[in-house]
């Protein structure tokens, strides 16, 4: 029996309400569980510190437009907003989450509105959750820029087909305004995409990739002088080089034996099985069923497989053989590249073969928190494609895993509730965010 269109909208709204609610609690809970992070009271204060007056400069350890400030201000807009509403850490924490959201959510509305698929509830929904997906999901509250930097880059490759100006702004910004190491997939992809047969066009078109660098830049020059402007490029470039964990020295003495070391030195030994799954294996069979369907996406959404391919194993590439450390927060910047792209895949396609919806589904299931919750959602959605081959059941595919995402929010909910909780609540912080007393106090409660 099949549920009417009427009937099947509301249960989906109810659902997407109840979804939405339980993220809410998970976010929530999440920021009391959050230890304190110097990091965290950086960006806050050096974000704050520009919005008020154009200086990016924090309460402590760096000067201003230091090269030392790796998060760009577009990780903490949220942050700023919540703290100078109401002076407090957890409210702070949950409207940055919220405003990396929304900024998800207005994007998926531009490129999806026309799509015959489109559903709000489902773009609402998934906004959320596919945030909540990404394994350091929880970096949106410390306020740094692994996922707001990859998001907007994951968008600008769909609105690309739409607009390719602001695609290339977008792009450019998610590396000025949010993390550097955006640099790889962006210009890989800018390259890609300039032709020598129409040279002007497609030079005229770069501009807008290079105008957020520029702008920032011209900005810093103003504010610091040129003395100071010279020793930032000197001091930026230069760690860039010769820092161990920006892979610039294994590529220049690059070999196999390179690659076995930076493994062995990393911190992938300590990893649970799942996180190397995650980090590892699911990009590959993300990009198997990209290129199997390469030719229908295109025509469905503009974007090419060049395009995810150099998107994914630009920072794949860099994290796996370049990088020593393999810091688990740095594969947000392929991993979420993956999720997002999935699920785009699997709402807004109007002609992907059920075979190929469920690799999809698989390879999304391991970013679940449970194993249990994995194998259940497995079993669940095997049985779901087996017997609607007539499409006969009641519920439709979408929302089959709107249900399993559920009962995964519920059991983040009960993980975290387990957690410890941390005080937050500094007096010396409201008074001035950015006072010595609330730096001491700050960073004397994450060394506790």
């Known amino acids: 029996m099949k549920m009417t269109e009427t009937n099947t909208s509301r249960v989906v709204s109810l659902f997407t309400i109840l979804g939405l609610l339980i993220s809410f609690q998970v976010v929530l809970n999440t920021s009391y569980t959050l230890k304190p992070w110097e990091d965290e009271l950086i960006s806050l204060t050096s974000s704050t510190n520009f919005f008020k007056n154009l200086d990016f400069l924090p309460s402590n350890s760096y000067e201003n437009y230091s090269y030392g400030l ?8 949220g942050g700023v907003i919540g703290w100078n509403l109401t002076q407090s850490f957890i409210v702070t924490r949950i409207v940055n989450f919220v405003y990396i959201c929304l900024l998800q959510f207005l994007m998926a509305i531009y490129i999806f509105k026309d799509n015959k698929k489109f559903n709000i509830n489902y773009a609402l929904f998934f906004s959320v959750v596919s945030i909540l997906l990404v394994p350091w999901w929880f970096s949106t509250m410390y306020l740094i820029a692994e996922v707001v ?5 994951v968008n600008a490759l769909f609105i690309f087909d739409k607009n390719k100006k602001l695609s290339l702004f977008l792009m450019g910004s998610s590396v000025i305004f949010g993390k550097f190491l955006m640099i790889i997939p962006s210009l890989l992809f800018l390259i890609s995409k ?13 501009l807008f990739y290079i105008m957020p660098f520029l702008s920032w830049y011209f900005l ?12 930032y490029l000197n001091n930026f470039f230069g760690t860039l080089i010769n820092r161990e964990d920006s892979g610039v020295q294994s590529a220049l003495n690059f070999s196999i034996n390179t690659i076995y070391e930076n493994l062995q030195k990393s911190e992938v030994s300590q990893w649970t099985t799942a996180s190397v ?23 469905e959404f503009g974007v090419s ?50 075979s190929y ?18 194998i259940a959602f497995n079993i669940g959605i095997l049985l779901y494609f087996i017997f609607n081959k007539k499409q006969k059941l009641i519920f439709n595919s979408e929302l089959v895993l709107i249900i399993f995402l559920i009962i995964n929010l519920v059991n983040m909910n009960l993980e975290t509730a387990e957690k410890d909780k941390f005080n937050l609540e500094f007096y010396s912080c409201e008074v001035d965010l950015f006072s010595e007393e609330c730096t001491k106090d700050y960073l004397l409660d994450s060394y506790n």
């Open 357 to 374: 919806k469920y690799l999809l589904l698989v390879n999304i299931s391991f970013f679940l928190s449970d194993l249990s919750i994995v």
């Open 277 to 299: 799954i995650r980090a590892a294996l699911t990009p590959l069979v993300f990009l198997f069923v990209y290129f199997k369907n390469r030719l229908l996406f295109y025509r």
């Open 149 to 153: 930097s990859t998001l907007i880059f």
């Open 305 to 354: 497989f060049t395009s995810v391919l150099l998107g994914i194993m630009g920072t794949y590439t860099w994290f796996w053989v370049l990088t020593p450390f393999k810091y688990i927060r740095q594969s947000t910047h392929f991993v979420l590249i993956v999720i997002f792209i999935s699920l785009y895949l699997f709402l807004f396609s109007n002609r992907l073969s059920k």
């Open 220 to 231: 810093m020059y103003l504010k610091i002088g040129t003395e100071e402007f010279s020793s």
């Open 194 to 206: 300039f032709k020598l047969s129409s040279f002007k066009k497609s030079f005229f078109n770069s």
């Open 70 to 77: 790796t998060s760009g201000i577009l990780s903490a807009v």
